[in-house]
């Protein structure tokens, strides 16, 4: 590629702020999320707005971006003479990536689009390096192989209070059957793992505690840590006192983990009283 400008597009799903995306100069694709016969682009609900009408009679679904969308975005970058370099969230649970992949056609060699292989915080990682990158006048093609090797590093560890949201969403359809019996029946925590952009089974556990340290050790086993980061669904206070657990227990500086709540297309597949860890190992030995 020749020193054109790289211009950094990505979707809703990396959970940052419109102030602060308009602050990267990042273009943010949202995803929709429907109640019924009503639909709310990403940003266009807060947080207590979509977990009022979570409460309501239409239980909520999430939308990929369309293919339109990701072309109105991409158009302007192009017509100013950018590259543009889109990042989804994982393909292995959403078509963010194919509808971005399917505007890109449209402009040739002019579009390069990289499957995050994450969400949420390890997306926003993931952007904000390549936007650090490309200021820096770093080749697009070096940077596309920095985001894949920070997506083999990344993990997600998190724990969901009900299976209801993820079964409906089939997030973990192939364990689904057994583990909403097993809930219903023990009243167990539901623990699960992202690794390389695929949402598994981790484990279940009795208490929200039992969890959280279970957590805590998955994170330790995945040291050192390059970054840390708390995701959670209406449980600020509890993640907060994670993130200084976290802290102590990893010797990472707790004012650099990164705390976020997960927006309405997230929690959709979430549900409330969330709490996870994103985790990005650092480079050790020969990888």
């Known amino acids: 590629m020749d020193g054109s400008k790289i211009g950094i597009v990505t979707d809703s799903s990396c959970d940052l702020s419109r102030a602060e995306a308009n602050r990267l100069g ?13 639909t709310y682009l990403d940003g266009e609900l807060s947080h207590d707005g979509f977990w009022e009408k979570a409460e309501g ?20 970058l192009v017509d100013e003479g950018c590259h543009v370099l889109c ?72 724990v969901v209070d009900t299976v209801e949201y993820v079964r409906r969403g089939g997030r973990v359809a192939k364990v689904m059957p057994i583990l909403g019996r097993m809930m219903k029946a023990f009243d167990v925590k539901l623990m699960l793992k992202m690794v390389d952009g695929e949402l598994d ?9 039992k969890a959280l340290n279970r957590i805590q050790a998955e994170v330790i086993s995945w040291s050192p840590v390059e970054k840390l980061g708390i995701l959670h669904t209406r ?28 927006g309405p297309a997230l929690a959709t597949h979430a549900g409330p009283r969330v709490i996870g860890a994103f985790v990005l190992r650092q480079t050790v030995g020969d990888e």
């Open 201 to 209: 089974l981790l484990a279940t556990q009795r208490s929200y505690e």
């Open 57 to 76: 009679p239409y239980w909520p679904t999430s939308s990929q971006p369309s293919v339109g969308a990701f072309e109105e975005a991409f158009a302007p």
């Open 87 to 158: 990042l989804t969230l994982t393909s292995h649970h959403s078509g963010s990536y194919s509808s971005a992949w399917a505007a890109a056609q449209r402009f040739g060699d002019s579009v390069t689009v990289v499957d995050s292989l994450s969400v949420s915080a390890g997306l926003a990682w993931q952007v904000k390096v390549a936007v650090e990158a490309a200021e820096q006048g770093m080749a697009l093609e070096d940077i596309t192989a920095l985001l894949r090797d920070m997506s083999r590093r990344t993990r997600l560890f998190a």
């Open 235 to 262: 449980l600020l206070d509890h993640a907060t006192s994670f993130a200084h657990t976290l802290a102590a227990s990893t010797g990472f500086p707790v004012e650099q983990i990164t705390i976020s709540e997960a």
């Open 26 to 38: 990042v273009v943010l694709v949202p995803l929709a999320v429907s109640f019924g016969p009503e």
